[in-house]
């Protein structure tokens, strides 16, 4: 017992988790521990679930623990060795191929915690470009490369620069006035109370002009399997809008419609995600875009989309309902809003033509049709707001002629 290595085995692959990117400290390794004494060592089912209890808080994190507990405790006699308390060290011998089976996060993740295990390969030499200046940098690089193969470090430098991003939306004016120096239309009220105060004979002529303020911004993401790659970015990109300005309302759906924008406007942002993903229930589900779109128009049009709102619906458009009501409700949706923007990570692929059910459904009711699936489409997407608001834009009209 006293040479026994269950605690640092236990370590290294809390280690592993947090290198992969899941929020594990200390404090979830004496937890792990004691959740260990509590279902004993008899199964590795038991083994599995108490450990995932500990370590695993949101539906997202689900699969990368998953996979990194049977890559860390594969050994075919773990659970005799378990009980004999006699765990030796486990080392990750990734070979080539098993490493290509694993996701690049938990493939860096296992390299960083055992380095001397791996098959040392000559890393190919970077090749940069010096500009006058003769400095260099990756950014470039990062700003066109999609969400789903970026590495672990790569995300969250992508992360940061979203965190960063600012998403000017065009102002519009409103039915207040305010009060204004230059000469346009009176304001009779104040100029007639100067008048008073003053005691003159002549009416001070005051001016006035209409207010103008941003928008509301309504987000209605995809969160179902088929969306699982992008999800992360987007909510991140989400907790950004909502934390920069007011007035943004996001939505998730699934197989059903949560409204999450309270949790997105708690400042950290891991706090903010791990209560989102208490609250969606169909995280990696399936998809019913009708009849999500249904409750939404039912139950929060009129609430979130008054004052010439702004919507972004983000999805790729495969509805495993074949598109049933689809059409009818995006129709309402896009007569409820000022502008209706579809964001489709699809988009990225040089074939893709929205031929689907679903696709087909809702092009003919979009304003903008647009890709969201690096930094560079979200920048694009801030510039497209930051212009004059209006309807129909010619590159729609050109992806309903390829449908029809």
Not at 200 to 228: E, F, N, Y
Request: net charge positive.
């Amino acid at each position: 017992m006293a040479e026994g290595r269950l605690v640092e085995n236990l370590m290294l692959f809390a280690r592993t988790l947090r290198a992969a990117g899941m929020p594990v400290g200390p404090g979830r390794v004496l937890e792990a521990i004691r959740a260990m004494q509590a279902v004993g060592l008899e199964r590795r089912d038991d083994l599995y679930w108490a450990l995932h209890a500990v370590f695993v808080n949101r539906k997202d994190q689900q699969p990368l623990f998953d996979q990194a507990f049977h890559v860390f405790w594969r050994n075919p006699r773990i659970l005799e060795r378990l009980t004999q308390m006699l765990l030796p060290e486990v080392r990750a011998e990734l070979d080539r191929t098993k490493q290509e089976e694993m996701s690049r996060r938990l493939a860096e993740a296992m390299q960083q915690e055992f380095p001397g295990e791996q098959q040392e390969e000559e890393a190919p030499e970077e090749e940069y470009e010096f500009d006058a200046a003769l400095t260099w940098s990756n950014k470039d690089v990062l700003q066109t490369m999609d969400f789903e193969k970026m590495s672990r470090a790569e995300m969250e430098e992508a992360k940061r620069a979203i965190e960063r991003l600012r998403l000017p939306v065009n102002q519009i004016r409103t039915r207040r006035f305010r009060p204004h120096h230059a000469p346009g239309r009176a304001d009779m009220r104040r100029s007639l109370r100067e008048a008073l105060r003053a005691g003159r004979d002549s009416i001070p002529i005051k001016w006035r002009r209409q207010r103008r303020r941003p928008p509301p911004l309504v987000i209605i993401c995809d969160v179902s399997g088929s969306m699982a790659q992008y999800s992360r970015m987007v909510l991140h990109f989400m907790h950004a809008v909502t934390n920069d300005r007011d007035r943004v309302h996001a939505f998730v759906f699934g197989t059903r419609l949560t409204n999450i924008t309270r949790y997105l406007r708690t400042k950290d942002v891991d706090e903010a995600l791990e209560k989102v993903g208490q609250a969606v229930t169909d995280w990696q589900g399936g998809t019913r875009i009708g009849q999500c779109l249904h409750f939404f128009n039912r139950d929060w049009s009129r609430r979130v989309l008054g004052q010439g709102a702004v919507v972004l619906l983000i999805t790729d458009g495969l509805d495993r309902d074949n598109a049933e009501g689809l059409q009818r409700e995006m129709e309402r949706l896009h007569k409820s809003c000022r502008r209706l923007i579809w964001l489709n990570p699809l988009l990225r692929y040089e074939g893709y033509a929205p031929k689907s059910q679903g696709a087909q459904a809702m092009m003919p009711h979009v304003d903008e049709f647009r890709s969201v699936h690096n930094l560079e489409s979200l920048r694009e997407l801030a510039d497209a707001l930051s212009r004059p608001i209006s309807r129909r834009q010619e590159g729609v009209s050109e992806w309903l002629q390829m449908i029809e």
